[in-house]
C-alpha cells in the first residue's frame, strides 16, 4: 500500500488519503491488483481512502489525490520507462523458465527439482526473505552427485542443474536443525514460481503436490478414510466418516484421502507435524496391542501401495524411526544443510535389521516393503450447496482464518500452501461459487459434474477464462485476490464447520 500526505498533518493519516494497493510477495502469483489484458492494456485495481473531517469529505483534498498523487504513483509503476528494462526482462524471462521446468518434471520421470546454489533457509518465521539477504554466512544448496541432473532453460541458453527428487517414496533424514524441514518447505513452495533474487527460483515441485500433516479438532465430513483406520470402539464407521473434532490420526488419514480425491500426485509429509501413530508402529508395541484392537493401519504400510497402485509419489522428513527405509526409494540425509545420498546405506541397515528380527515379531507385522497392503478405491463426494452459502456474511481475517455465515469461523491454518491474504480472498469467493455450482449439477442445469473435483475443474475453467480473477466477483472491480490452487480451494472446502457439507457418491 501507498499514501502521500502534505507534510504535518496532511490528507494522509487515520483521516484518510491514503492510497492502497495488494502487495506482491516472493512468490509470482496470478493477481487481480495489476493486469494486462489480451491488447497489451496495463490494468491497476487499487483503493482510495478519500480524506475527510467527520462526515464530510474534503473536496479539494480528494481533488489534490485524483488530479496529482494518483497520476504521480501511475508515472512512477505502471509506466515501462520508469523501470529498468534489462532487470525487467530478466524477470520476466526467469518466470518463464521456472514454469517450463515444472512442465518438465513428470516426463523426466521427477517430482520436483532443487538447484545448485539455491538459497534455501527464510530470514525468519516472519520474514519470507532470503537468509542472509542483508548479509551473514548461509549455506547454499548442492545437489549429490548421485542424484544430479541437468536442464537447458529455453530462454538465454542458459543450463539450470541440481538435485532431482525421483517419483517414489524419499526420505530426507539428517540430526536435529541441519535442514530437512527447510527443504521440504521449499519444495511445498516449488508448486510457484519466484520472483529473481528470492534463492529458490527454479526450486520446483509438481503443481499437484500436497502438504500433509495431521490437524487436531478439524472438522471431516463424509470421508472414506478406511485404507488408515478401521474398527473404530462402538462400531464407528470409517468408510464414511464424519467428525467436528477429528483426532490427530483421523485428520491426517482425512488429509490423504481429501488430497488423492481431487487429483494429487505428491504428498510431501514431516515427520514433525504427523500423529505419531499414525506414521508407524513399532514391533514392540505391536505384539503388546492385538491388532484386533489397533483400528489404525500405519501410513509405512500404505506409503508403497500408493506409489505402485495409484502412482502417488511420497516424500517424507524422518527423524525417528529408520523402519522407513524399508519402504523407501531414495534416502537423502541433511547434514550441516548439506545434502547426501544415503541410499545404499540405510538400504543395508533396513537388511541387517530385518535379519536379525525377534524370531517372535509376526512377520506380517514387520516394516519390510513386503508387508504393503492394497489401497483400494476413492469415494468421489458431491458439496451439499447450501452448506456453502454465506448468507451475505463472508470476511476474510487473515490469511487461515475466514468467518463464512452467521456461525463459522473457517481455519485454514492446515493448508501451508497458501501463501498470500489475497489468495484467500479468492478462496472465500470460490467457496460460495461451489454452492451455486453445487445448486445447478443438482437440478442438472449445464450438466456439470456435480462432484467436488467436477466443480473445482468448473472453477478452474472459470479462471482459465478471459475474466479470470474477475469472475469470483462479476462487478466489484476487487484488486485483492490472488489465484489460489484447486487443492487449497478443496481443503477450505473439506473444512468447513457445517454437517453434512459433502456427501459420498457411490
Not at 517450463?100 to 545448485?116: C, I, K, M, Q, Y
Not at 516424500?315 to 525417528?320: E, H
Not at 476474510?396 to 468467518?403: A, E, F, K, N
Not at 469472475?471 to 485483492?480: D, M, V, Y
Amino acid at each position: 500500500g501507498g499514501g502521500r500526505g502534505r507534510g504535518g498533518g496532511g490528507w494522509s493519516g487515520p483521516k484518510g488519503g491514503d492510497v492502497q494497493i495488494a502487495a506482491p510477495t516472493q512468490h509470482v502469483l496470478e493477481q487481480s491488483a495489476v493486469s494486462i489484458n489480451s491488447r497489451g492494456d496495463v490494468r491497476a485495481q487499487f483503493t482510495v481512502n478519500l480524506p475527510a473531517r467527520g462526515r464530510t469529505i474534503l473536496g479539494q483534498k480528494a481533488a489534490d489525490i485524483f488530479g496529482r498523487v494518483v497520476p504521480e504513483f501511475v508515472a512512477g509503476s505502471l509506466v515501462y520507462a520508469c523501470h529498468d528494462g534489462d532487470a525487467l526482462r530478466e524477470h520476466v524471462l526467469s518466470v518463464e523458465d521456472q514454469g517450463w521446468l515444472r512442465d518438465r518434471l513428470g516426463e523426466s520421470g521427477l517430482v520436483a527439482f532443487v538447484p545448485d546454489g539455491a538459497v534455501l533457509p527464510r530470514a525468519s518465521g516472519a520474514d519470507d526473505r532470503p537468509m542472509g539477504a542483508g548479509g551473514g554466512n548461509v549455506v547454499k544448496f548442492e545437489s549429490p552427485p548421485e542424484l544430479r541432473v541437468s536442464f537447458d532453460l529455453p530462454n538465454g541458453n542458459r543450463t539450470v542443474t541440481g538435485m532431482g527428487v525421483r517419483r517414489g517414496v524419499t526420505l530426507i533424514v539428517g540430526g536435529g536443525f541441519h535442514g530437512k524441514s527447510t527443504l521440504l518447505s521449499a519444495l511445498q513452495l516449488g508448486v510457484y514460481d519466484k520472483i529473481p533474487g528470492d534463492g529458490r527460483e527454479f526450486c520446483v515441485c509438481d503443481d499437484t503436490a500436497v502438504k500433509i500433516r495431521a490437524e487436531d479438532g478439524r472438522s471431516v465430513s463424509s470421508v472414506d478414510i478406511s485404507p488408515f483406520i478401521s474398527n473404530l470402539p462402538f462400531g464407528k464407521r470409517t468408510d464414511d466418516f464424519s467428525t467436528a473434532d477429528a483426532s490427530g490420526s483421523t485428520s491426517q488419514a482425512g488429509n490423504i484421502v481429501e488430497a488423492l480425491e481431487v487429483g494429487t500426485r505428491t504428498l510431501l509429509i514431516d515427520e514433525d507435524t504427523c500423529a505419531t501413530n499414525f506414521m508407524i508402529r513399532d514391533d514392540k508395541m505391536m505384539e503388546l496391542v492385538a491388532a484386533e484392537k489397533e483400528p489404525i493401519t500405519p501410513f509405512i504400510h500404505r506409503v508403497r501401495s500408493l506409489y505402485e497402485d495409484r502412482g502417488v509419489s511420497s516424500v517424507l522428513v524422518i527423524g525417528g524411526s529408520g523402519d522407513y527405509f524399508d519402504v523407501a526409494d531414495c534416502v537423502v540425509m541433511m547434514d550441516c544443510y548439506r545434502c547426501r545420498d544415503v541410499t545404499k546405506r540405510a538400504k543395508e541397515i533396513a537388511a541387517s535389521a530385518n535379519g536379525s528380527s525377534r524370531p517372535s515379531a509376526p512377520v506380517a507385522l514387520r516394516h519390510d516393503a513386503s508387508s504393503r497392503l492394497p489401497f483400494g478405491s476413492i469415494v468421489p463426494r458431491r458439496p451439499a450447496g447450501e452448506s456453502f452459502r454465506p448468507n451475505g456474511r463472508a470476511a476474510v481475517r487473515s490469511r487461515s482464518v475466514v468467518s463464512y455465515g452467521d456461525d463459522v469461523e473457517l481455519d485454514l491454518g492446515g493448508l501451508e500452501q497458501i501463501v498470500d491474504v489475497a489468495q484467500t480472498n479468492a478462496i472465500s469467493l470460490a467457496l460460495q461459487r461451489i454452492a451455486a455450482m453445487a445448486a445447478a449439477t443438482r437440478t442438472g442445469a449445464g450438466g456439470a459434474n456435480g462432484t467436488l473435483r467436477g466443480i473445482l475443474d468448473g472453477i478452474e475453467a472459470t479462471l482459465d477464462g478471459v475474466e479470470g480473477l474477475d469472475a469470483l466477483s462479476p462487478g466489484e472491480f476487487h484488486g485483492g485476490l490472488a489465484r489460489p490452487r484447486a487443492y487449497e480451494i478443496a481443503g477450505a472446502a473439506n473444512r468447513l464447520r457445517r454437517e453434512g457439507s459433502m456427501v459420498q457418491e457411490r
